[in-house]
């Protein structure tokens, strides 16, 4: 699918030319997903939905809800101690047990009582299931606290069933596996969470990790320049970093990587200076609107919702004053 999607953000290229040497025209995204599959469009389609009658859909009903969007400026104080707390993420939580549940897990977490907090998630989660993302990830934070990271897993596992493609899941399970040493399934976590949140640092600096584990020297040096530049860190200390992401002192349900405040980048990383994508050879325009995970909060999915870049408007032009 990577391939597929490179295949068509690139538009006119060598490969579609083998299919359709006239170049673009309306059928360019067929000659594109021919190009990428080794398939004739006609045959990928019906083995795609082949595929797709053949997967095991989830057996959990999801609430209908409207969905509110609530734009917000990034929050100027970090979460304390580096932890993911705060008390949005449960408003999409339909069941009153589930949810007294989870905000006092959240409370007892807040004050650094994991295993209560992570007794009281476990209630919730026990009532809720997979079906709500904020109840899962934050029922694995209190188990990572506690390293229970085989439970943790299985939570974070069973709700990517529910809702795949989750950012933030992908990044709590590339915490397991990174402490684990697993840089195969590490790199895997973390560039899916890359694919829907490019511009969050701790993907980057995880990554500039996993690139060293696996000797993937370019994987390694995009990772660290993107790292850099989020973080304002200078690559060396970006290095430095990264090889504290899998020690055994780190707190996982902390994000211990720093986020670079605006007004403290050079002018020209400023928020619209989009970092080189670390899994996707350095492009990033298809996922521009992607932003860090900390700072605002979504009601609306439970999860940390994107800070959104600060634009500096220009004053009014001055009105013109006739002449006499």
Avoid: C
């Avoid at 060598?14 to 398939?39: M, W």
């Avoid at 969905?67 to 069941?95: C, M, Y």
């Avoid at 990271?149 to 989750?166: M, T």
Wanted: glycine residues 8%; charged residues 25%.
């Amino acid at each position: 699918m990577r391939t597929l999607l490179q295949t068509l953000a690139q538009g006119d290229t060598a490969k579609v030319h083998h299919f359709n040497p006239d170049g673009l025209g309306k059928d360019n995204d067929r000659h594109a997903v021919e190009a990428a599959t080794g398939l004739t469009f006609a045959a990928f389609e019906k083995a795609w939905l082949v595929h797709v009658k053949k997967q095991p859909f989830p057996k959990v009903s999801l609430p209908a809800s409207e969905e509110i969007v609530t734009l917000k400026e990034s929050s100027k104080t970090p979460a304390k101690d580096g932890r993911e707390i705060n008390f949005w993420d449960f408003t999409e939580v339909h069941e009153p047990a589930a949810r007294r549940a989870a905000h006092l897990g959240e409370l007892l977490r807040e004050r650094s009582r994991m295993a209560a907090a992570a007794e009281e998630f476990s209630k919730a989660y026990r009532e809720v299931g997979d079906r709500y993302p904020s109840v899962s990830n934050k029922y694995a934070l209190s188990l990572l606290a506690l390293r229970r990271l085989d439970e943790a897993e299985r939570v974070l596992q069973g709700s990517l069933k529910v809702h795949p493609g989750s950012p933030t899941t992908q990044v709590h399970l590339g915490r397991i596996y990174l402490t684990r040493g697993d840089g195969v399934r590490a790199k895997e976590a973390f560039l899916e969470a890359l694919a829907s949140d490019p511009f969050d640092p701790e993907i980057h600096v995880s990554l500039t990790r996993v690139g060293e584990l696996l000797a993937d020297v370019p994987l390694h040096d995009r990772a660290r320049k993107a790292g850099s530049i989020l973080t304002g860190l200078s690559p060396e200390e970006v290095d430095r970093l990264a090889r504290k992401l899998d020690g055994k002192e780190r707190d996982l349900a902390e994000k211990n990587v720093p986020v670079l405040h605006e007004s403290a980048a050079p002018a020209g990383e400023r928020s619209g200076a989009a970092p080189p994508d670390a899994g996707m050879g350095g492009n990033t325009g298809a996922h521009a609107g992607g932003h860090g995970r900390v700072e605002t909060n979504d009601p609306r999915s439970g999860m940390p919702s994107p800070a959104l870049p600060r634009v500096k408007l220009k004053p009014p032009p001055t009105p013109l004053t006739p002449t006499p």
